[in-house]
């Protein structure tokens, strides 16, 4: 059996939208956070490879899940039998990061999205796990989970809107909502096209207002959490959020840059770290860690 990491993009987690592991979250963390984006990454890339069949992916796809928890064959995929080790040591269930690889088979099987809860039913598979599953290592509430869903909701839908012309072109996936696309007298085509349309503009900024309720909804989670550095991880992503959202209002993504530089992530990190410690000083009232539930 060859190996899926083989089939990777190149990509790692200092090439995402948000922090990974970044060195605001205590170092003892890190090398469980690593294993998780591994596989994560892993199988996102077979999801979007370029060259392989649907079968193929989906095969792919049950190979990474079935050596997670155990059930594959021979020496198994080597990112699934790293997170399972590290998720044993910790004596946490792999739950989350097969809901995830639950989103991946979806990009394979299903290229069309038909309205908002369509599209908030994929992102709770394939976002929300990945917040639940920070808060997990953290030993955080679960009373947390709802506002971390807004947010990892709205980081999905930005990296969607960011990337639709990419993601219609290359793998005709199309995550603006049919129905959205409708209302406005947009065309899935206008997606090819080298500058969005006036309709195709009126569908993301509709999502863009749709997804700030979303980052409203979450605006209070840092200074919620109990630990201070997760609170402070929180903030940055936060910030990264707001900041790519307000592109997504203004800009075309279709021919204009609606990424962060590397510089404006320094500046907006220094800064959401200091608002962060502020607010968990003044107003954060952290809710009592609990045992993650299985």
């Known amino acids: 059996m ?9 990509k790692t987690h200092r090439d995402e939208n948000f922090p990974v592991a970044s060195w ?3 170092p003892r963390h890190r090398a469980l956070i690593l294993a998780f984006y591994n596989f994560v990454r892993t199988a996102d890339d ?14 792919l796809l049950d190979e990474l899940d079935n050596d997670l928890i155990g059930q594959g064959h021979g020496a198994g995929q080597p990112e699934a039998v790293v997170l399972r080790a590290a998720l044993a040591q910790r004596g ?38 990945v917040g639940r599953f920070m808060l997990d290592v953290h030993g955080e509430s679960t009373a947390t989970w709802p506002a971390s869903d807004a947010l990892c909701a709205a980081l999905q839908i930005n990296n969607h809107l960011q990337d639709c012309g990419d993601d219609f072109r290359n793998l005709d996936r199309v995550y603006i909502p049919r129905d959205t696309l409708a209302r406005h007298g947009a065309r899935v085509e206008d997606l090819k096209q080298p500058r969005a349309s006036m309709p195709l503009l009126a569908c ?16 209070a989670l840092d200074a919620h959490v109990a630990d201070a550095r997760l ?30 530089s590397k510089a404006s992530m320094v500046g907006l990190s220094l800064a959401a770290v200091a608002g962060g410690m502020w607010r968990r ?8 860690r609990s045992t993650p539930s299985a």
């Open 24 to 26: 605001i979250i205590h």
């Open 46 to 59: 077979i999801a979007d490879h370029a060259d392989l069949d649907d079968a193929t992916k989906l095969r």
């Open 2 to 10: 060859s190996s899926a990491g083989e089939l990777r993009s190149g």
């Open 204 to 219: 993301i900024r509709e999502l863009a207002d749709k997804t700030e309720l979303l980052l409203r909804q979450s605006q």
């Open 92 to 129: 946490m269930p792999p739950r989350h990061a097969r809901d995830v690889i639950t989103a991946f088979r979806m990009d394979v099987t299903k290229r069309r999205t038909e309205d908002w809860d369509d599209l908030i039913h994929y992102c709770s598979f394939s976002a929300m796990p």
């Open 281 to 288: 000083a003044t107003i954060g009232r952290p809710l009592p």
């Open 231 to 260: 609170g402070c991880e929180i903030a940055v992503i936060h910030s990264y959020a707001r900041n790519i959202l307000d592109m997504l209002k203004t800009r075309d993504p279709l021919s204009e840059r609606v990424h962060l």
